[in-house]
T-cell receptor, first 114, second 116 residues
């Protein structure tokens, strides 16, 4: 069956360091992958999207890589700040679905310590 | 511009009761979705809609019904609530885009539902 795993439920990191979150998947060939941020008591907020034919995508302090051979995506936050503390979700999409269905991982809770 | 609005924000039900969760979006999105989020399990798709008057089943549809009578609204119904339906429910919407289009989803802030 299709499975998505995000590394460790919780990740603590010192302010100013680079946070790296991992998303691994099996039995899946996603057309693209999305990353979302979720704060306590709020809905997920879209951050970045990367397509299967793209190796890397950047947005300000955020960088996402997508390795379809390893079936893995890495999400990096450089120069991390306490305000980056949140749960980060990866989501994979099937190739052409009329509903753009996404399958979400359970998330990694990131805490940036001052 | 409110985005996606969900009502109510909290609700406690007794087993066997029924209720309807309302989702409204003001972005003119074609697609709308209902998810549930449980600890350690991530978001799971319940039902979705690709346009006004259409609905389809997602990964975990049993025990739920939906309706999309207007483009901006998507209703989720529980006909006979069960304790297993205790969860946080999120509604989302997105543009349709073209074939193989990769549209992000916009989420509401959820409805926290407890079934006793």
């Amino acid at each position: 069956s299709q499975k998505i795993e995000q590394n460790s439920e919780a990740l603590n990191i010192q302010e100013g360091k680079t946070a790296t979150l991992t998303c691994n998947y099996t039995n899946y060939s996603p057309a693209y992958l999305q990353w979302y941020r979720q704060d306590p008591g709020r809905g997920p907020v879209f951050l970045l999207l990367i397509r299967e034919n793209e190796k890397e995508k950047r947005k300000e302090r955020l960088k996402v890589t997508f390795d379809t051979t390893l079936k893995q995506s890495l999400f990096h936050i450089t120069a991390s700040q306490p305000a980056d503390s949140a749960t980060y979700l990866c989501a994979l999409s099937k190739m052409w679905s009329s509903a753009r269905q996404l399958t979400f991982g359970s998330g990694t809770q990131l805490t940036v310590l001052p | 511009n409110a985005g996606v609005t969900q009502t109510p924000k909290f609700r406690v039900l007794k087993t066997g009761q029924s209720m309807t969760l309302l989702c409204a979006q003001d972005m003119n999105h074609e697609y709308m979705y209902w998810y549930r989020q449980d600890p350690g399990m991530g978001l799971r798709l319940i039902h979705y809609s690709v346009g006004e008057g259409t609905t389809a089943k997602g990964e975990v549809p049993d025990g739920y019904n939906v309706s999309r009578l207007k483009k901006q609204n998507f209703l989720l119904g529980l006909e006979s609530a069960a304790p297993s339906q205790t969860s946080v429910y999120f509604c989302a919407s997105s543009y349709r885009g073209g074939p193989n289009s990769n549209q992000p989803q916009h989420f509401g802030d959820g409805t926290r539902l407890s079934i006793l």
